[in-house]
């Protein structure tokens, strides 16, 4: 059994199971992320959300030039756990590692589709705050809606519910 995971086919004990062969496999088809081990492989945005990941990093910029807002970047989350978020807003990083460290993250954004909604909601929420990432938004493009979580002892902790047209001034 083979994958098309990467632009060439390869058996499927080939695929990434450590951070190393994770970072070695490089640039890939599909966006790919490390969880505890295993190779979890993202869905294709559609325009939809890439029009959404644009207004959003664009709001969420506004003319602050002490930030850096970057989309699609893998953030280390600690052993065996690197993500690719919709969209991070991190301090300083050093732009030519592979990796950003989840310590210089304050922000991240996820943009639900329906094949990704119960990671980003259970798995991606629980990764994130247990990575001490202060700030957790979700974008749900299907109800109109943009969540927005605190980091508290006890996990992310909901403050806000927006309409995601008036953030993003899209009416998707």
Do not use: F
């Amino acid at each position: 059994m083979t994958s098309t995971l990467i632009n060439r086919s390869l058996p499927l004990e080939a695929l990434a199971t450590t951070e190393a062969d994770y970072l070695h496999l490089g640039e890939t088809s599909a966006r790919t992320e490390l969880w505890d081990g295993g190779v979890l492989a993202c869905p294709r945005d559609t325009p939809r959300h890439q029009m959404i990941l644009s207004a959003l990093a664009n709001a969420l910029k506004a003319n602050r030039t002490d930030l850096n807002v970057i989309a699609g970047v893998p953030v280390h989350l600690g052993p065996e756990r690197i993500a690719v978020p919709d969209l991070i807003i991190a301090g300083t990083i050093d732009p030519d590692q592979p990796l950003v460290d989840a310590r210089s993250v304050r922000l991240i954004c996820e943009i639900t589709s329906p094949t990704s909604a119960t990671v980003d909601w259970s798995l991606k929420m629980h990764a994130y705050a247990q990575a001490g990432i202060p700030c957790y938004l979700v974008a749900e493009p299907e109800r109109g809606l943009l969540h927005s979580y605190m980091l508290s002892a006890q996990g992310y902790v909901e403050q806000s519910v927006m309409q995601l047209v008036r953030v993003t001034g899209l009416n998707l």
